[in-house]
């Protein structure tokens, strides 16, 4: 598979792993049974509470911070575990937990970031699973700010991985063209 990356880390795009039926099966059931929450973050001293919704599920009850907001993992549902054993057993990597977004139209999108986190360790492997609306996935290089991105079709799944976090920012432009939802599940391991 080839590095989307031209240096400084690893990003692999596998496409869709999920035929559309399968894909619009997981949306539906995640729409309707993930514990949703409009999150509340922190950016220049002022709070913010954001129009996207998230939820966060683990192995335990892990406490999860970024943005200067905590979160406590839920256990994991029937249907996350089956789609961390699929991405699981695609990826070869192993993952304890999963931070969930549900962008409700291309009017909600995520600035620049990197998931670099301490309790994600050194060098974090994230797997990104995309469900609904296809959206432009957008990385940049701290130092060289040389961009790369790649659109995210809909049951598609994105490898993050080696020194992805340190050198390259990623974000999630919005794009007024885009009128249906999307739930992203990042699968990634939170260091104990």
């Known amino acids: 598979m080839e590095n989307l990356l031209p240096a400084d880390g690893t990003v692999f795009y596998y496409g869709s792993i999920l035929d559309p039926e399968a894909a619009a099966l ?5 729409f309707k049974t993930v514990a949703w929450k409009q999150e509340e973050v922190i950016i220049f001293g002022k709070l913010h509470v954001t129009r996207r ?14 943005s200067r907001s905590s979160k406590k993992a839920l256990p994991w549902t029937r ?39 301490k309790e994600l360790g050194r060098h974090p492997v994230i797997a990104s699973l995309s469900l609904g609306a296809e959206r432009k996935f957008s990385l940049k290089h701290r130092v060289t700010k040389e961009k790369v991105y790649v659109v995210l079709e809909n049951g598609s799944l994105l490898l993050m991985k080696d020194a992805t976090q340190e050198y390259w920012l990623h974000a999630m432009p919005k794009s007024k063209k885009v009128k249906e939802p999307r739930i992203n599940l990042t699968f990634r391991n939170i260091k104990i």
């Open 53 to 66: 919704k998230t939820a966060w599920y683990g192995d335990e009850p892990y406490i999860y911070t970024y």
């Open 26 to 30: 997981h949306f539906a059931q995640l």
């Open 79 to 117: 249907e996350l575990l089956q789609l961390k054993t699929l991405i699981e057993n695609t990826t070869g990597y192993s993952f304890n937990s999963c931070l969930l977004n549900l962008y409700h139209s291309g009017e909600e999108g995520m600035s620049w970031h990197s998931d670099n986190e």
